[in-house]
């Protein structure tokens, strides 16, 4: 975890150095941006002697982003939809995308180098969601079960071309029904078992997106959260993905998602796919 904080440390540190954009290039009013799209793998084998099994991968993805404008305010909206499932000749499909991020931010220019802010933020599963590593199979996910609402107050740096970072002072509340045992439950307690889990603590999240070739891209969303009764332990959310663009429509992909989170486990995840991109941009 220290290596992948020193990395991040230096990412951020670099990226400082980039031009500065003012909020005068921001027309007054919505300043939409946003795409959707569908990343695939696929192998097939017929008459293979090395052996193989075929498969099939899908990831369905919608970023939306709207910036309302009118200084010295600025109202930032961001919606990231991912849904994705393999298909092994043997297995069958299994769900590998499965997420849904909502986020509202609201600043005032005050002529310092951040701008304070409040902030809303939404995270949950869209749909079922499974363990594969047993057997049989158990569901551990549904939509808002769990689900995590965030409100957080602070500051917010956006004056620069490559990142935008905030941090604040945050409260993050988690929502469970039928799996209240492995997200909200305190065992400590009485034999009763809470749906409902509250934690106050400081909320750091940050954007990088890059051009560092012509028609390749690197972005990066990076969310830390920890509590005021742990400050040692830190909950990590780091998508990666670099993108080479091959004409308006086609793209490959390369995505790195590394998550650490005890109340889930207390290794760190990883998740890594290579994939061939189609997108749309709508705005």
Known sequence: MKKLFLVIALLYATSLFAKTIPDSLLKEGWNMSGNVGVNLSQTAFSNWAQGGSNSLA???FTNMEGVYFSFPWKWHNRLNVTYGRTKLQDVGYRTTDNDIYFSNVASRNIGWAV?????????????KGYNYNVEPVVQIVDFFDPGYLTEAIGFTYDKNKIVTTRLGIALQQTFANKFALLYTDNPATSAEIEKFKLDTGIESVTDIKYEFLTNMTYNSFLRLFTRFNSLDVWD???NNIITAKINDYINVNFTVTVVHEISQTRR???R???QLGFSYTLF
């Not at 701008?115 to 749909?127: G, L």
Request: charged residues 15%; hydrophobic residues 45%.
């Open 58 to 60: 899908y990831s369905i």
């Open 115 to 127: 701008d304070p802010n409040i902030s809303v933020t939404f995270r949950s599963a869209i749909t």
């Open 236 to 238: 990590v959310r780091w």
């Open 268 to 270: 760190t995840q990883v």
């Open 272 to 274: 890594e796919a290579l």
